[in-house]
């Protein structure tokens, strides 16, 4: 009942930049933490930023100074700006969300998009 879509990635030269969008649809009451994750081959998945309701961020080493996240609530969207992209940062991205969901009951759930591909090659 809830779906998140990722939109934005692309290949990019050193250097470049990319702005990765992730919109959440479906019953959604609201959502709590959202975030980037990104798998490179041969890596293991690794949290990129994540961002809480309340607009605190967090950022592994390797981005900091260089990528920027940012949400609208109103729009149930989180966005990844990411500037003076490496050629390690290449990767499928994938979008998550905390999102409770009321029915019958209250449940807060774990949502994952299907990723979207960003390439950093001259």
């Known amino acids: 009942q809830v779906q998140l879509v990722e939109s934005g990635g692309g290949l990019v030269q050193p250097g470049g930049s990319l702005r990765l969008s992730c919109a959440a649809s479906?019953?959604?009451?609201?959502?709590?933490?959202m975030g980037w994750y990104r798998q490179a081959p041969g890596k293991q998945r690794e949290l990129v930023a994540r961002?809480?309701?309340?607009?605190?961020?967090n950022y592994t080493d390797s981005v900091k100074g260089r990528f920027t996240i940012s949400r609208d609530n109103a729009k149930n969207t989180v966005y990844l700006q990411m500037n003076s992209l490496k050629p390690e940062d290449t990767a499928v991205y994938h979008c998550?969300?905390?999102?409770?969901?009321?029915?019958?009951?209250?449940?807060?759930?774990?949502?994952w998009g299907q990723g979207t591909q960003v390439t950093v090659s001259a």
């Open positions: 961002i809480t309701r309340g607009h605190n961020t």
């Open positions: 479906g019953s959604i009451f609201s959502i709590n933490d």
């Open positions: 998550n969300a905390q999102v409770l969901v009321v029915t019958a009951a209250v449940r807060l759930l774990d949502y």
